[in-house]
């Protein structure tokens, strides 16, 4: 089974330390997600990528975050610096642009002490 | 604005009775609509979709949902509801990209 593979599964820092989250999509897809959920907002898109072209990235802080795809078989989401309130669990998603489903990965959870 | 509205936070049934998971949007044109399931510390999991046709869609776990075009609705539906079913859910129109719903949290009491 193909599955979307997330790194780390789970991030302890602090406040003001950079944070990267990796994610490997399954092979052959050409859309990927970065979401983000929290009890208080729910799940948030926070960035796109379509063949590695990034398409949306309107509901990421632009100050602290960035989504890049370096390959097809890569895509990382920096926070930096970090702070408290990023906690949250962090999913990455792929998929085809054709079907329009998502196959999510296990998640990052991230805790900024 | 484009939008999706899941009115309960949570629903409550006893196992063997039927369920309902409610869903509304507001958009354009006519999105793909979704339907995943997220159990205590997992990722999504696509249930179903619609598509275009049928107005009701059979998905993964016995789960189907009805499409009701001039409502707007996409709601989810079971006929026998089982313990296992408790879980998050999710409603999600596809504009480009997936938008998700606040989720309703399905609790199926023994």
């Known amino acids: 089974d193909a599955r979307v593979t997330q790194t780390p599964r789970h991030k302890v820092t602090e406040m003001g330390q950079e944070v990267t989250m990796r994610c490997q999509p399954i092979l052959g897809h050409n859309t990927v997600f970065w979401y983000r959920q929290t009890m208080m907002q729910g799940l948030e898109l926070l960035a796109y990528?379509?063949?590695?072209?990034?398409?949306?990235d309107s509901g990421m802080p632009k100050d602290r975050f960035s989504a890049e795809m370096p390959d097809a078989t890569l895509a990382t989401l920096k926070i930096q610096p970090s702070e408290p309130r990023d906690s949250a669990v962090y999913f990455c998603?792929?998929?085809?642009?054709?079907?329009?489903?998502?196959?999510f990965g296990p998640g990052t959870r991230l805790t900024v002490l | 604005a484009q939008s999706v509205a899941q009115p309960e936070d949570q629903v409550n049934v006893a196992e063997g009775n039927p369920l309902t998971v409610k869903c509304t949007y507001s958009v354009s044109g006519n999105p793909y609509l979704f339907w995943y399931v997220q159990y205590p510390n997992r990722g999504l999991q696509f249930l179903l979709k619609?598509?275009?046709?049928?107005?009701l869609v059979k998905g993964s776990y016995g789960f189907e949902a009805e499409f009701n075009k001039s409502q707007t609705s996409f709601h989810l539906k079971k006929p026998s509801a089982l313990v296992s079913d408790s879980a998050l859910y999710f409603c999600a129109p596809l504009w480009g990209k997936l938008i998700f719903g606040q989720g309703t949290e399905l609790s199926v009491k023994p």
């Open positions: 990528f379509r063949n590695r072209a990034p398409l949306d």
């Open positions: 998603a792929s998929g085809l642009a054709t079907s329009g489903r998502c196959y």
């Open positions: 619609y598509i275009t046709g049928d107005n």
